[in-house]
């Protein structure tokens, strides 16, 4: 009976060894013979035992340069690493791990390279290590994507690619100070630019030619530019940025056939308050800031306000109080002051225009005291070449003062400082520039003198019978 | 003597027996070359290749009911959706916090259909189907013709769908968590159609929301899709109002654990991708 069963169980077994191999083989199974942990265990060691390093070419997101990893494992927690990147220039120890229950998987401690990486470009801190022949090849275990990037071994040309990858980064971010300096530069000249205390005659020019006079709110990062084209008074806003080249405008802008796409911003003159412009060699082509002219010169403005070529045309131009705290410059505003503080009702600013064709009297600038008006007379308003009005007061009769007894009696100091005003305003010359609606709907002026554009003095056009209102406005 | 005899004749007979085999029908082995000349067959192979789940884009109405109408996707629109939403959004929520999660649990077939499915008859007549799981071996989704990524909402209705259907594939697979289906007992919808209640009237019954009510299976998966498109902090809001709610929370909760998922990180973490969609495209 023994031997019996004993040669059943070896006929089993031939049966059984026999088949199996002939029989139940199948092309369509294939056996996992796969073993993780031997795996694992072999990666573990090729890692460690190339004790000259890897490198890693990594490019955590599309588009992004390569980020070059140098690494060495030191043990089987511990690594070294360096990359081409700011503030991974220097060696550095951080840990590292494997597992995997697929695929051997490797981990790193994400206060490093890779979180960093992972918190800027959503990167991974853990990968799938993948053998393809002797290559070694990294693809990140999240599941993101499937992209994979070489582990290579560190060789002297590697160790040099390295060296000169950080070299070319340091390089980069020297340059990218210098921009950024240079940026910050620009960003001052043109605040000081928009600084300048004066009003007028901020001009943007270019081949000593005023081309416009300019605002610049650096809040907004725009540019307002007016200019006279063909008559007719053009106003346009520059959206800018600036570059550590330029202020670059956003889009072009054209002025009287000038197109203007960047302002290179040469040095600031801190005498002339003036930035100079320079052309794309470096070379000067002009300036923004102060100067002696309008940037837009408005052809029509004298004629509007004084009738120079229409003696019998009256008009009558004023400025009250109420009118803005702007009415007058702020260098006018110290004489302003002082007739305010003579201790009687300050009523107004008046021009009387063509009060007689011709004579002495032909133009009167008021001032009006206690609701009677003191006059000085002007006989000649001469239009300069540059559109600037020489006003010259009448010699014959120097000025009168017509029924205000108050006025009479004041001391001649007192006096003085009526005249103060006109005398200040008109001397060198003045020019004459539109200044949109008054807050009564008419036509507002103002009168700047040429040499310092911070003296003006603002007048509306008022409605009254003796004096026809124009038929037009000027901007 | 006569064993031995008997042994011999035994190793004969079984000789001759596996002699046998050899004249059965020659195998022939299948042509399994595959050219791959596009981006969408390579990252398909791709998936295969790293979750061992064949996508299935081309058109076989058997996969569908006989009776309910859809169309196949179209081809150019295959490839972003299986980077950005199947890849970059769905299988990365999970494997970024758990490395093996889909290798083991994304079903072996994901079949992607077009338009949505419009049932015409039976059990499910006239309802229109965003996607559906077969046991744990196949999901579905529909509507990848609409695909559109700066379609918030649809974005999030499409991956709301895969972690539906996947909830269905781990639900077969792994079954429902012990006593769930005991919840709320006697409070589906059975013969009555879960369209006959609010969401309201779901929640209070302890249902996430109101397609839950047609059965335990849908329950499980609609709850499980509700927490992972709901943010943490309104979730406990939700599950806080009824016993029924919390308890069906905490059961999901630790069945998700277990598999080393956090549904609320897989929340967090497909909010953060849509908020700074840089790295979708």
Known sequence: MKVLSIGWFLAFVLVVSSCTKEDFHSELYEINTQDIEKDIRDIQEKLITHQEGWILEYIPFEDMDTVYIKMKFVDKEAYTYQVNREEYFEEQESSYGLAGEFVPEIYFEEQSIWGALKQEFHAASKFNILQDGDQILFRRSDGFDGKKFRLYPLTPEKENLFKAVVNREKDRIERDRHLIEAQEENRQKLKKVAEIKQVYFKNLSLAAQALAAFEIDTNTHTIDLTWVDNGKVKNGKAEYEITPWSAKFVSPISINGVSIDSLILGEYDEQENTLSLLDGDGADIGFMGLDNKPGAVYPTANEYLFRLNEPTYKMRWQYVLADDEDGVGPDLTEEHEKILNIGMSFGGYNIFVNNQPNGHNRYGFTVTMDGKAHYMWYENIDEQPDKSLLISQSNSVPESSLGNGNFNNLPADQKQKTKDVYEKLFAGGVFVVPNGRASNGKQSVRIINKNNPNIYLTFKWIPNASFPEPNDFID | ?281
């Open chain 2, 1 to 281: 003597m006569k064993k031995c005899c008997f042994l011999l004749m035994s190793i004969g007979v079984l000789a001759l027996s596996c002699k046998k085999s050899e004249d059965k029908i020659p195998y022939e082995e299948p042509n399994l070359s595959q050219v791959i000349d596009n981006e969408t067959d390579s990252l398909i192979k791709d998936l295969y290749d790293r979750y061992q789940t064949k996508v299935i884009y081309k058109w076989d109405q058997r996969y569908i009911s006989t009776s309910a109408q859809a169309t196949p996707p179209r081809f150019e629109l295959i490839y972003p959706y299986l980077d950005i939403v199947v890849q970059k959004l769905f299988i990365s929520s999970y494997d970024s916090q758990n490395s093996d999660f889909m290798r083991k649990n994304l079903p072996i077939q994901l079949l992607l259909i077009g338009s949505r499915v419009d049932y015409n008859n039976g059990e499910e007549g006239g309802f229109s189907g965003s996607g559906a799981a077969a046991q744990f071996s196949r999901i579905m989704v529909a509507g990848i013709n609409e695909l559109n990524l700066n379609n918030r909402s649809w974005l999030n209705s499409q991956v709301a769908t895969l972690h539906h259907e996947l909830a269905h594939a781990l639900d077969k697979k792994y079954g429902r968590p012990l006593s769930y289906d005991d919840v709320s007992k006697g409070l589906y919808a059975i013969s009555s159609s879960f369209r006959d209640f609010t969401n309201a009237e779901a929640r209070e019954r302890g249902f996430w929301r109101a397609y839950g009510m047609t059965n335990e299976s849908e329950d499980f998966a609609s709850f499980v899709d509700g927490i992972v498109q709901t943010p943490k902090e309104e979730v406990l809001e939700i599950i806080n109002a009824n016993e029924l709610m919390k308890t069906k929370y905490q059961m999901i909760m630790n069945f998700y654990n277990a598999l080393g998922i956090d549904l609320h990180e897989i929340n967090a973490y497909i909010s953060s991708a849509l908020e700074n969609d840089t790295y979708l495209k």
